[in-house]
């Protein structure tokens, strides 16, 4: 870890690590979800219903967590949000209803803190030029925390029951939160201070809505990650129920699927930095969303051979999967400096609310269509709708090669609040 100066690999490795175990801590329920369903005496269906009080609990912390980074520092709050990660996953491994929900609404905030922190962190220390890439690398942690819990998962609940699990991960949670104290001193006295106050809760909120490009990147982030959840949660059913595929077999897709989304996380963060237009990898994303959603709408209606379909998902994955860290990225750009951490928390509150509501669209939609397949029309929409946003940011700002748009306001002191949203020019970036 840091303590004299400020490493970008190692603080990158560390906001990656506090990511994956986050992520692991929500998804841990639903890698074991048969086992608990039988331990507790509750359907298994009724893990939709847990992750989506998880989201909650996400939605609720985000609100707040600008003004916890800003009060305690960025890198407290990544310990706090371990240290909730690790009593929420302690309480998720007692086997009872009660338990499970409080524990789960407490990942669900953990969950909240670990963006704002850490953008907070990546938007200091990351040099502009590599921002994307740098916030890219730091979303792998959201697939491999998945993945890690899909493998050691249901051999765990085989071997030595369920809970070890979520036992397990609460002890990682709190190693990290420990680990992470050797750098700390060294990267919140570095990091944009603000006092406590209820007026520092609400100021991130009210800079999204004030702010015409962040309010339609927050909005966009709210179709993209409906169109995330969506192709993840309905891609396996949608497989076995109308293309006659064994559960593994879909399982398969999935996980092909998932690590295509993994390789495009890395791939646009790459193209946004090389190209230097964040924005315009986000409406091509958009576009490329609701063509894929298209082909699988199509062949719903019209037939077309499982192997369209398929490459369709793949294509899904690479891009509704992939679009999170130039989102953040983008987001850290356009927010006034000493305010990254308020504002990602306000522009998650979006994202949240679209995993939150997007799937009850999408179910809404198959209850009338009766076709999983024919229902993807929703994230034909959904991707539509970010594709406008998108390019209304592009119409209305000229190009400023990817560098921050508060650059200006970094090197003048002034205290015009223009200078906070201009757009930069090159040599203007920290």
Not at 225 to 253: D, H, W
Request: with cysteine; glycine share 12%; net charge positive.
């Amino acid at each position: 870890m840091m303590t004299s100066t400020v490493k970008l690999p190692l603080l990158l490795a560390e906001t990656t690590a506090v990511q994956a175990v986050g992520t692991a801590a929500v998804l841990a329920i639903a890698a074991v979800a048969p086992a608990v369903a039988v331990s507790i005496g509750v359907p298994a269906s009724l893990v939709g219903t847990q992750i989506a009080i998880a989201y909650l609990g996400g939605m609720t912390s985000s609100v707040f967590a600008g003004m916890l980074v800003g009060s305690v520092g960025p890198c407290r709050t990544a310990q706090i949000a371990m240290v909730l990660n690790a009593a929420g996953a302690g309480l998720c491994a007692v086997p009872s209803v009660g338990p499970i929900i409080a524990g789960t609404f407490l990942i669900g905030l953990a969950y909240g803190l670990i963006n704002p922190s850490a953008s907070t962190l990546l938007a200091q220390h990351a040099p502009p030029r590599r921002r994307n890439i740098v916030f890219s690398i730091k979303q792998t942690g959201v697939p491999i925390g998945g993945a890690l819990v899909g493998l050691v998962g249901p051999p765990l609940a085989l071997s030595v029951g369920w809970s070890a699990l979520l036992v397990g991960i609460s002890l990682i949670s709190l190693s990290l939160a420990i680990a992470l104290e050797l750098g700390r001193r060294t990267l919140d006295s570095n990091a944009p201070r603000s006092t406590l106050s209820a007026g520092a809760a609400i100021r991130g909120l009210a800079g999204i809505l004030r702010n015409g490009p962040l309010a339609c990147i927050a909005l966009a982030s709210f179709c993209f990650s409906a169109i995330q959840l969506c192709t993840i949660s309905f891609l396996v059913v949608m497989l076995v129920e109308e293309y006659g595929f064994t559960l593994v077999g879909a399982g398969g897709v999935l996980a092909a699927v998932q690590g295509t989304g993994m390789a495009g996380r890395l791939f646009w963060g790459v193209v946004a930095d090389v190209a230097g237009a964040g924005a315009q990898v986000l409406a091509g994303l958009a576009l490329m969303m609701a063509c894929a959603a298209g082909v699988i709408v199509a062949a719903g209606f019209l037939g077309w051979p499982v192997a369209v379909v398929i490459g369709a998902l793949i294509v899904l994955g690479f891009t509704g999967v992939g679009w999170n860290g130039v989102y953040l990225s983008e987001v850290a750009r356009y927010a006034p400096m000493g305010d990254v951490g308020a504002i990602t928390g306000a522009a998650m509150v979006f994202t949240f609310a679209g995993v939150l509501v997007g799937p009850n669209i999408f179910v809404a939609i198959h209850s009338v269509l009766g076709s999983f397949s024919q229902s993807f029309i929703a994230l034909v929409v959904a991707a539509g709708i970010a594709f406008v946003l998108m390019t209304t940011i592009l119409m209305r700002r000229p190009s400023s090669d990817g560098l921050p748009v508060h650059a200006t306001a970094v090197q003048n002191t002034s205290s015009d609040p223009s200078h906070q949203t201009r757009g930069a020019t090159k040599g203007e970036h920290r």
